[in-house]
């Protein structure tokens, strides 16, 4: 069973930086496509990364290019996202997530059938 757990969003002032976690069960994070979202108050969940099966060369949406890092460790079976330079405007949950029948990787939520319970980022002084 495909399960999906988030971890290491904090409270941080504007500057700082934070490395979120995605923990995956019940397959191998190298084997599917992972992306992640990020929902903040009143807005839609917006998708910011996501790494293809097999190949990490990584996507990024353009406004996170340069701050965002997505990154994959199989021995850990974790896909992380470091976060730089945090903004106010970074403030929302942050979820990752998964497909087994995607090929490919998309930042479009559609597609993905498997998600995590998301971890609270807030930038603020």
């Known amino acids: 069973q495909i399960h999906l757990v988030e971890s290491g969003g904090a409270l941080v002032q504007p500057g700082g930086s934070l490395r979120l976690s995605c923990t995956a069960s019940g397959f191998a994070v190298n084997d599917y496509a992972i992306a992640w979202f990020r929902q903040a108050p009143g807005k839609e969940r917006e998708g910011v990364s996501c790494l293809k099966s097999r190949d990490n060369k990584p996507y990024y949406i353009e406004s996170v290019k340069g701050r965002f890092t997505i990154s994959r460790d199989n021995q850990k079976n974790t896909v992380y996202l470091q976060i730089d330079n945090l903004k106010p405007e970074d403030t929302a949950v942050y979820y990752c997530?998964?497909?087994?029948?995607?090929?490919?990787?998309?930042?479009?939520?559609?597609?993905?059938?498997?998600w995590g319970q998301g971890t609270q980022v807030t930038v603020s002084s």
């Open positions: 997530a998964t497909e087994p029948r995607l090929v490919g990787c998309t930042v479009v939520a559609e597609p993905y059938d498997y």
